[in-house]
């Protein structure tokens, strides 16, 4: 299993332009979830979703939307990007969105907005 | 609980020695707690969780207690190595949330050899 899987790596974009940050997991995991981490600070959940075809909003989700159309893959897009957007985007997903499970994250999209 | 800064506070422990990370959390409701730890350029990495009907768990090298009458929550690291450097997070979530976990600001643990 590659885990959870991120692209781009790195990304630097201009302010207004719009970007997918894309997230895949093969772990057939129910429950996934995107966060964003800004220096010094823990990670904010921007959105998530239990199971394909839903998703919701977490604390910070403005300027941001998401997708679930597969249970695999859980996009996140910039609509219109900001320099307030700059950061580093983590996925995340776990087997079960019932119970309390450890959640399993990417190694990071580290994006920059001019 | 969350924690904002822009400093991360620092543990700098001698190679060898055990290493003990402190998390003060806020919410009462919650019931299961997790560590994680993050290595520079790489996401938080899971380490160990503890449920709230418990008040110590072990691991590998590491121990997770749990103090709910003052909501803390620790790490013991026993015999740190060079490798245990890395920033620790500790995260909160209640189960009548789902999954959503709130995360602590984090402690940088630096390893001295």
């Known amino acids: 299993n590659a885990g959870v899987t991120q692209t781009p790596k790195f990304q630097v974009l201009k302010t207004g332009q719009s970007m997918t940050l894309q997230c895949a997991q093969d772990?057939?995991?129910?429950?996934m979830s995107w966060y964003r981490q800004d220096p010094g600070m823990g990670l904010r959940l921007i959105h998530y979703s239990v199971g394909a075809g839903i998703t919701d909003q977490g604390e910070v989700p403005n300027g941001y939307n998401v997708s679930r159309s597969t249970t695999e893959d859980f996009p996140l897009r910039l609509l219109s990007a900001a320099p307030s957007q700059t950061s580093v985007y983590f996925c995340a997903s776990s087997y079960s969105s019932q119970d309390n499970q450890p959640q399993h994250f990417g190694d990071g999209t580290r994006l920059s907005i001019l | 609980g969350e924690s904002v800064g822009l400093h991360l506070p620092t543990l700098s422990v001698q190679e060898g020695d055990n290493s003990i990370i402190n998390c003060a959390y806020s919410?009462?409701?919650?019931?299961?707690f997790i560590w994680y730890k993050q290595e520079s350029g790489k996401g938080p990495q899971f380490i160990i969780d503890?449920?709230?009907?418990?008040d110590k768990r072990q691991g590998q090298r590491v121990t997770v207690l749990l103090n709910k009458t003052v909501k803390h929550l620790s790490l013991q690291i026993a015999a740190t190595q060079p490798g245990d450097s890395a920033v620790y997070f500790c995260?909160?979530?209640?189960?009548?949330?789902?999954?959503?976990?709130?995360f602590g600001g984090g402690t940088r643990v630096l390893v001295k050899p």
């Open positions: 503890i449920r709230s009907n418990m």
């Open positions: 919410n009462s409701a919650s019931d299961y």
């Open positions: 995260a909160e979530n209640t189960e009548a949330a789902g999954n959503k976990l709130t």
């Open positions: 772990m057939n995991h129910e429950y």
